[in-house]
């Protein structure tokens, strides 16, 4: 099957983003010209190919060993941050500011493994819009600390709490370490900070708790049965919500934004972890494993692997396909390898770097949107909408 609309737009795309690369003297038209022809020939010349394979099974395996014990694994970092902010909040000093630091970067890690499930509840609560909207409103976060009034539920505050509230509250309140323990003991608004850490995790922990509740109490079962090709569907979804994860919050938003990719000029200030720069790469690497482990259906706490989108693109004979994927990930994967671990520095120093990591990442998307959602019939319906 061969979708016209979806080929035509990616390969808009690959001209924009290579206008001065290998399309250099290629024409719209000539594209036009070479979509028709493949569309036109795909179905005249692909065999047939029997869809045996059992979706419910690997939504199984999905929920069962990947979804509930990722959110498992971050709800226990989460506990741990909780924690660990209850325990600076009541003793401020440089000790549990080191210790507070070191649970929110465990738990912003492990936060990288379940963004990708923004399904069931997650979805209903807007879940990743609270925990990780970025670049962060700092305007908002100081005037709520200064009124001592807000509320956390507002979608107005999505991008004045979560992780990058916290990243800011832990390292950039001040310059130095000293200065930034006087924000939470003698300055005038010293109450006021510490209430909005704990606000805050509050906030991620009662969140979290709510997605994880519903999948192992009801959602999993909806879940697991729920195998058509509709828009409600939750393989249709969870599809979706994969690819739109890499696409959006993997490449776009930790490469592409920053990097300049739909501005006229770089955007450094927008890159994830702000204020704590030295963790970019750390973050994006982190989810670019996530995004592989479930591709090949790897087990959330061992190295065994189950039934995944690589087994049922196998069982469709497209081997080809899984060859595809696997190596061009492996392929920006490495390309993300070589940059600095600070983003925030690598696109002041060299932003071509950043950007030769997006076009590694670009070319998966092709893989993604057009071969492998039509190889396994579903339809893509989230809207991309960055202009690239």
């Not at 065994?304 to 989108?309: A, D, I, K, N, Q």
Request: aromatic content about 12%; hydrophobic content about 40%; some cysteine.
């Amino acid at each position: 099957m061969c979708n016209f609309f979806t080929h035509f737009t990616t390969f808009v795309s690959l001209f924009r983003i290579n206008r001065n690369k290998m399309f250099k003297k290629i024409t719209i038209l000539t594209l036009l010209i070479t979509i028709i022809y493949a569309c036109s020939s795909s179905t005249e010349n692909e065999p047939e190919v029997t869809d045996n394979f059992d979706r419910g099974i690997m939504l199984t395996h999905i929920a069962d060993n990947v979804i509930i014990p990722s959110l498992e694994d971050f709800n226990s970092d989460m506990v741990n941050l909780k924690a660990a902010g209850d325990t600076f909040v009541a003793t401020p000093n440089q000790s549990n500011l080191e210790a507070l630091r070191t649970s929110w970067l465990a738990a912003y890690k492990e936060y990288q493994n379940i963004e990708m499930f923004n399904i069931g509840k997650a979805e209903e609560l807007q879940y990743k819009f609270y925990m990780n909207i970025y670049p962060l409103s700092v305007t908002d976060v100081e005037t709520n600390i200064s009124n001592g009034s807000y509320d956390l539920d507002n979608v107005n505050y999505q991008d004045a709490q979560g992780f990058p509230a916290l990243d800011y509250l832990l390292y950039g309140v001040a310059d130095s370490d000293d200065d930034i323990l006087l924000k939470y003991t003698t300055d005038i608004n010293a109450a006021g900070y510490k209430d909005y850490i704990i606000n805050v995790l509050n906030q991620m922990s009662n969140l979290t708790t709510q997605v994880l509740n519903d999948w192992t109490a009801t959602y999993r079962d909806e879940f697991v049965v729920s195998t058509a090709n509709t828009a409600t569907s939750a393989l249709n979804k969870f599809l979706n919500d994969y690819i739109e994860f890499y696409e959006k919050n993997i490449r776009a938003n930790k490469f592409g934004i920053p990097a300049g990719v739909w501005s006229s000029t770089t955007l450094p200030e927008k890159v994830e972890a702000f204020y704590k720069k030295d963790i970019s790469k750390e973050l994006a690497l982190e989810a670019l494993e996530s995004f592989k482990n479930l591709f090949v259906g790897k087990y959330k706490r061992s190295t065994t692997t189950g039934s995944s989108f690589q087994q049922y693109l196998q069982a469709l004979d497209r081997q080809d396909l899984v060859t595809s994927i696997t190596n061009q990930l492996s392929a920006a994967e490495t390309k993300i390898e070589s940059l600095n671990a600070n983003f925030f520095e690598q696109v002041n120093t060299d932003y071509t770097q950043m950007t030769l990591a997006y076009d590694e990442l670009q070319k998966v998307v092709v893989f993604l949107k057009v071969d492998m959602a039509s190889a396994l019939n579903i339809s893509i319906i989230f809207v991309d909408n960055d202009g690239d």
